[in-house]
Structures are given as C-alpha cells and as structure tokens.
Nanobody, 123 residues
C-alpha cells in the first residue's frame, strides 16, 4: 500500500526557513514525479514545485522562485522542499503528491497524496 507522509511544518517568523520532507512507503520515489502543493486558508490548492524522475524541477508560483528548492534523496525514498525567506503569504497546508508521469501544475494528474503539514509564517 502506498503512503506519503509529510513532516517538517511548523510556525516560523517572516524571513525564516523550513525544510519539508515527504517520505514514501510502498513505492519507489525515484520512479515517480513528485510535487509539493499548498492550500492557503480560504483558497484552492495550487501546485508549488515539482521534480521529475530525471531530477528536472519546475516552479509553478512566481513568488517562490529563488526561495523554494525541491530535491530528492533516493536512498531515503524522500523528497524535500527547502523554503527560505518565508513570507506570511506562504502560510498554508503543504501536501506532497506523486504520479508515474510528468510534472504538471494540474493537480488531477497526481495519484498519490499525503495528509499535509501546516506551515504558518507569522511574527
């Protein structure tokens, strides 16, 4: 059975950093495209970043470029989202999701989802 488990969220001050982890069980992360998706209060879910099986990465939100980095550690079967210079508008529940196809900003392509981890950016 496939499970994705996110961790690493929490409360951080503006300008701070967090690294989110997405650990997989039941399948090999390196055979799958993995995306980070977030849902801010009162808003729809939106794709943040995606990493392909060949380690190409894509950012779907202009405001995170240069601040967020997606990376994978195949030995740990884990994908990370390193976030820096965090802003209050980054406050959201962050989900990881995976599929066996290509990266996309369309959320319907992702077959496997984690339960999410809360990130709150506030002073």
């Amino acid at each position: 059975q496939v499970h994705l488990v996110e961790s690493g969220g929490g409360l951080v001050q503006p300008g701070g950093s967090l690294t989110l982890s997405c650990a997989a069980s039941g399948f090999r992360m390196n055979d799958h495209t993995v995306a980070w998706i977030r849902q801010a209060p009162g808003k729809e879910r939106e794709a943040v970043s995606c990493i392909s099986t060949t380690d190409f990465s894509f950012d779907y939100i202009a405001s995170v470029k240069g601040r967020f980095t997606i990376a994978r550690d195949n030995a740990k079967n884990t994908v990370y989202l390193r976030m820096s210079s965090l802003k209050p508008e980054d406050t959201a529940v962050y989900y990881c999701a995976a599929n066996s196809g290509l990266c996309s900003g369309h959320l319907g392509v992702y077959n496997y989802w984690g339960q999410g981890t809360q990130v709150t950016v506030s002073s």
